[in-house]
């Protein structure tokens, strides 16, 4: 570790300029309306957590937390995500309020980097939760929903994959001898390390008609757009797997005017471990990063002892301002400069423009060093003295 | 208009990567004369080529300036960059391993490795438990032994021919090597039709060898 130098701020960690800032929260207001609009209501949580409880429970990689100690020597982790402090809050107490639970989030994650000192370490995050409900209607909804928001907030070009982590986990575990191979397979498959894949199984000890079917089978998803090819490959305790993509399919073809910007890929693995069925990804045109993802995680509500369908979304906003044709902002800015005489009528002139929404700058001219600079900044520069106002 | 964006490697990959693809039966032109352009365009296709440094086309991929990148196993495992590996070319085939000079074991005190890929080094030698110095150099690996400066080192072998001339022998083989076709995530999903049609007509000619 080199010494710290002046201006250096902690790895990946970034300033939001002016500019930006206003662009984020163009995207948060916009983003809000709409979301309220859908029957969601907005929730903020800690920025601290346990390691002992939000930390295990959440998916994200322990290497990547941001670990410090309290007062009393009690582990604690920046939030890494927002679906586990959520998912704590309805399990205690919202859900006993409202079953199901719609709720969203505009907030702050920290995940640690560990390579490339650019790339943020504190990003914001805008998502959703449907909590209390195993229904394709709730699925379908989060797809839909994020496809509108996206449309609504001005992404033009974007697609949805979809995938069905027990689709996968059935594929892989009818095909395999043990859990360990399962694992080792679908971990290839979040990287879509399709050459490690084959070479992998290759190298299992597994019966030749096996490796076959399981090699077809990622062929097939990448080919494939009809379900009923899928049936053969689950056995008969597994096909309602197919009905439920197969509802889902039907219910977005209800709902979308355009099927064409989602597709199915049943090998599609994440990296969060606890999506218990459908799961999709986002990817829009523009960055070369997914924006966001989603799924169903039933599963994450066990540790909190409850039984209940939760599905739901996140997308980062900084990768969307990266997709986001920029916004222009029609605003003026107006300078007025008083000098000792004239500061009360400045005032009175002031608040008379900013109540017709102008935004105005009240200065005192002596304080400003390069005045003629400072100027240039403004749409329109007022002198205010004692005789009179002029326009600069 | 350009559809697809491919990053390839300089020298000898390309050669033979190029020439996989004119016998997979894309239209591209028959020679890449002006060997100083880093843009090459291929109108038939509405491909373009990138040329950039084997170790920087993982990069060019992952942030989205290329869809698709040829790149060799050797590098993807150096850099662990989030692109999708989909194809091995099966060319430029060799394997990384270990070498030094004949009959040498490692220093008892201070062991050292040499090496252009200091993450599979590690990695390595971890695996077995060993506790080494890595010492990360940009070329000539195989002088590290020779004059002293390392025990072993850990290098690409292709025919062993380099090893030989400098009087090393190979002692563990770590991990063989072939160039694999890479895809950036997102190019994957949005531009999948056009993607997915380049992969299909390549695996077309692999097959048949």
């Given at each position: 570790m080199s010494k710290i130098q002046m201006f250096e701020k902690p790895l990946g960690m970034r300033d939001s300029f002016p500019e930006v800032n206003e662009q984020k929260e163009y995207i948060r207001s916009t983003a809000r309306d709409f979301i309220r609009r859908k029957g969601y209501d907005f929730i903020k949580t800690p920025s601290v957590e346990y390691f002992e409880t939000i930390g295990k429970a959440s998916a994200i990689d322990e290497s990547s937390l941001f670990k410090l100690v309290d007062n009393q020597g009690e582990m604690l982790v920046l939030r890494p995500d927002m679906t586990t402090p959520i998912a704590r809050i309805a399990a205690s107490k919202l859900l006993k309020e409202k079953n199901p639970l719609r709720l969203a989030y505009y907030a702050d994650v920290f995940r640690a980097q560990q390579r490339e000192g650019g790339r943020p370490a504190e990003f914001e995050q805008l998502g959703l939760e449907l909590i209390g409900d195993f229904s394709p209607y709730a699925d379908s909804e989060i797809i839909y929903t994020s496809i509108e928001l996206l449309k609504d907030l001005g992404v033009e070009s974007f697609r949805i994959t979809i995938g069905h982590a027990e689709i996968l986990t059935a594929f892989l575990t009818n095909n395999t001898e043990n859990k360990e191979q399962v694992e080792t397979l679908r971990q290839l498959l979040v990287e879509k390390n399709l050459v490690g894949f084959s070479q992998k199984l290759e190298s299992m000890n597994l019966l030749k008609e096996k490796k076959e079917r399981l090699n077809k089978i990622i062929d097939y998803t990448i080919d494939?757009?009809?379900?009923?090819?899928?049936?053969?490959?689950?056995n008969d305790d597994q096909q309602y797997l197919i009905d439920q993509i197969v509802e889902l399919q039907e219910l977005l073809e209800f709902q979308l005017n355009d099927i064409s910007i989602v597709s199915f890929d049943f090998s599609l693995a994440s990296h969060m471990s606890y999506y218990t069925g459908m799961l999709f990804e986002i990817h829009a045109a523009g960055s070369g990063f997914s924006i966001g993802n989603g799924g169903r995680y039933d599963e994450l509500f066990k540790q909190f002892d409850e039984k209940v369908g939760a599905t739901g979304f996140g997308i980062r906003v900084d990768r969307l301002l990266e997709v986001l044709p920029k916004v222009a902002v029609e605003e003026k800015h107006t300078l007025l400069l008083f000098d000792k005489g004239s500061f009360s009528k400045a005032n009175v002139l002031a608040e008379a423009r900013r109540n017709v929404s102008e935004y105005v700058t009240l200065q005192y001219a002596e304080s400003v060093n390069d005045i003629e600079a400072f100027k240039q900044i403004f749409d329109e520069v007022i002198i205010v003295s004692e005789g009179g106002s002029v326009r600069d | 208009m350009i559809e697809l964006t491919i990053a390839m490697p300089k020298g000898r990959i390309f050669e033979e990567a190029y020439k996989l693809f004119v016998e997979a039966g894309f239209n591209l032109p028959k020679e890449i004369s002006d060997s100083r352009k880093l843009i090459v365009e291929a109108p038939g296709e509405r491909i373009q080529f990138i040329l950039a440094k084997p170790m920087d086309v993982p990069v060019y991929v992952e942030h989205g300036v290329a869809d698709i990148g040829i790149a060799g196993k050797d590098v993807l495992l150096e850099q662990h960059r989030d692109v999708h590996e989909l194809?091995?070319?099966?060319?430029s085939n060799c394997y990384i391993a270990t070498a030094g000079l004949p009959n040498t074991t490692m220093n008892d005190i201070a062991p050292r490795v040499a090496t252009k890929y200091p993450r599979i080094a590690t990695n390595f030698y971890k695996e077995k438990g060993e506790q080494v110095e890595i010492i990360e150099l940009n070329g000539s690996i195989e002088l590290a032994p020779m004059i002293g400066l390392a025990d072993r080192i850990v290098d690409i072998v292709s025919t062993g021919q380099t090893l030989k001339e400098n009087g090393l022998v190979e002692y563990e083989k770590i991990v063989p090597i072939s160039s694999r076709l890479i895809v950036n995530p997102v190019s994957y999903r949005v531009k999948s039709e056009r993607i997915n049609a380049f992969i299909a007509q390549l695996k077309n000619e692999l097959n048949k060898r």
């Open positions: 494939s757009n009809v379900f009923s090819d899928f049936r053969q490959f689950l | 194809l091995d070319l099966h060319i």
